[in-house]
């Protein structure tokens, strides 16, 4: 069964620093990788989507890694602003069979950035 | 371009009666996929349609049923209420066959069982 771990739970940073967060899954049979962001009591926001033959994928300030084979995924933010304030979910598209097509979540990571 | 819409937005129910959730895909999206979120377990699927058929399932009671209709248009209803039904329910839609797409997400229903 596909586990997905997202490291750390919980982040708080001042204004203006380099985050990395982090996601492993337990399956390497995925067909992509999704990150999304949550803002309280809201529903999820897609930022990225890297297919499972890509290494990374970027967009302004946030970029996204792959490592299929050892089951990683990292999402680095640049120069955080206060706005970046939210949850951080990683999911991952199943690759076949029962799970073909379904999202599997990580837990997320809840970051505060402040000024 | 419309996103994803659900309706209600917010839900007030008792133990043992039922519910119906709706979810209108963007425009042009065949494919439907619906999850719950609670602080406890995180998000779960619980089924996916395509092009009016359910493709697959979560691993959740009898009681979680949904449908899609011709215009991509989805439902899932939630019979014989539980305290424990009480979260924040999300639709998803994406282009294709859903399975390599972006899948984009509606703000959610979030239904509270007394």
């Known amino acids: 069964k596909q586990e997905v771990t997202q490291i750390p739970a919980a982040l708080s940073v001042p204004e203006g620093e380099n985050l990395v967060l982090n996601c492993s899954f337990t399956?390497?049979?995925?067909?992509?990788l999704q990150w999304f962001r949550q803002d309280p009591g809201k529903g999820l926001t897609s930022l990225l989507l890297?297919?499972?033959?890509?290494r990374e994928q970027t967009s302004g300030r946030l970029n996204a890694s792959l490592d299929k084979s050892s089951g990683r995924s990292t999402l680095y933010i640049a120069a955080s602003q206060p706005g970046d304030s939210a949850t951080y979910l990683c999911?991952?598209?199943?690759?076949?069979?029962?799970?073909?097509?379904?999202?599997?979540f990580g837990r997320g990571t809840q970051l505060t950035v402040w000024p | 371009k419309a996103g994803v819409t659900q309706t209600p937005r917010y839900l007030i129910k008792t133990r043992g009666q039922q519910v119906t959730l709706s979810c209108s895909p963007i425009?042009?999206?065949?494919?439907v996929s619906w999850y719950q979120q609670t602080p406890g377990q995180g998000l779960q699927f619980l089924f996916e349609y395509f092009s009016e058929t359910q493709r697959n399932k979560g691993n959740f009671p009898g009681r979680f049923s949904g449908r899609q209709f011709s215009n991509s248009r989805s439902e899932m209803n939630v019979s014989t209420l539980e305290l424990g039904d009480s979260a924040l329910y999300l639709c998803a839609s994406s282009n294709l066959a859903g399975v390599t797409d972006t899948q984009y997400f509606g703000p959610g229903t979030r239904l509270t069982v007394l």
């Open positions: 425009s042009g999206h065949r494919s």
């Open positions: 999911a991952v598209i199943g690759g076949g069979g029962s799970t073909l097509g379904r999202l599997y």
């Open positions: 890297i297919q499972s033959s890509q």
């Open positions: 399956d390497s049979a995925i067909y992509n």
